[in-house]
T-cell receptor, first 113, second 116 residues
Framework: GENVEQHPSTLSVQEGDSAVIKCTYS??????FPWYKQELGKRPQLIID?????GEKKDQRIAVTLNKTAKHFSLHITETQPEDSAVYFC????????????FGAGTILRVKS | NAGVTQTPKFRILKIGQSMTLQCTQD?????MYWYRQDPGMGLKLIYY???????DKGEVPNGYNVSRSTTEDFPLRLELAAPSQTSVYFC???????????????FGEGSRLTVL
């Protein structure tokens, strides 16, 4: 089955700096890669996702890049703000019946002001 | 729309007791999931369902059971609670298209369960 590894486990940045979180996946047939943000005590919420037919997707200050050959994808947050402080989870899934979305272990991002 | 609603929000159980976590969604999603979240361990899939009457095991199904008699409801049953089941449980739902490609997962607020 799919296995997703996420690095780093914790990341501290200064407000205004960029943050990058990387994930690798094992199943070369995986074709959907979402990123979820979980604020303290809250539910995870989708912030951006990418399908395997594109290499990059942007939404304001966040972007996701996908390298299918190397089987890794990354979340990029630019101009970080204190409200970006949260736990970020990557995930991967292969389309089709019976397949399961598998999450990485999460990255705690702290933005220092 | 209320989205995904799960109850209870908090529960303390004694070892060996049983309980059911309730989950209901009003978005007419075909897929539903139960995850548990332990500190530093991310979200582990317990069970999932691709439609009413169909359920399947996830990564950590032992000690749990589920049923999906309707599109809306997906209860999680804990039998003979053990301290290892102390965790935060999240129910989620999503819509999968005809190609069975799932989209965004919508999570409930979580249920914090402590087994003593």
């Amino acid at each position: 089955g799919e296995n997703v590894e996420q690095h780093p486990s914790t990341l501290s940045v200064q407000e205004g700096d960029s943050a990058v979180i990387k994930c690798t996946y094992s199943d070369s047939a995986s074709n959907y890669f979402p990123w979820y943000k979980q604020e303290l005590g809250k539910r995870p919420q989708l912030i951006i996702d990418i399908r395997s037919n594109v290499g990059e997707k942007k939404d304001q200050r966040i972007a996701v890049t996908l390298n299918k050959t190397a089987k890794h994808f990354s979340l990029h947050i630019t101009e970080t703000q204190p409200e970006d402080s949260a736990v970020y989870f990557c995930a991967a899934i292969r389309g089709g019946a019976g397949n399961k979305l598998v999450f990485g272990a999460g990255t705690i991002l702290r933005v220092k002001s | 729309n209320a989205g995904v609603t799960q109850t209870p929000k908090f529960r303390i159980l004694k070892i060996g007791q049983s309980m059911t976590l309730q989950c209901t969604q009003d978005m007419n999603h075909n897929y539903m999931y139960w995850y548990r979240q332990d500190p530093g361990m991310g979200l582990k899939l317990i069970y999932y369902s691709v439609g009413a009457g169909i359920t399947d095991k996830g990564e950590v199904p032992n000690g749990y059971n589920v049923s999906r008699s309707t599109t809306e409801d997906f209860p999680l049953r804990l039998e003979l609670a053990a301290p290892s089941q102390t965790s935060v449980y999240f129910c989620a739902s999503s819509y999968a298209d005809r190609g069975l490609n799932t989209g965004e997962l919508f999570f409930g607020e979580g249920s914090r369960l402590t087994v003593l």
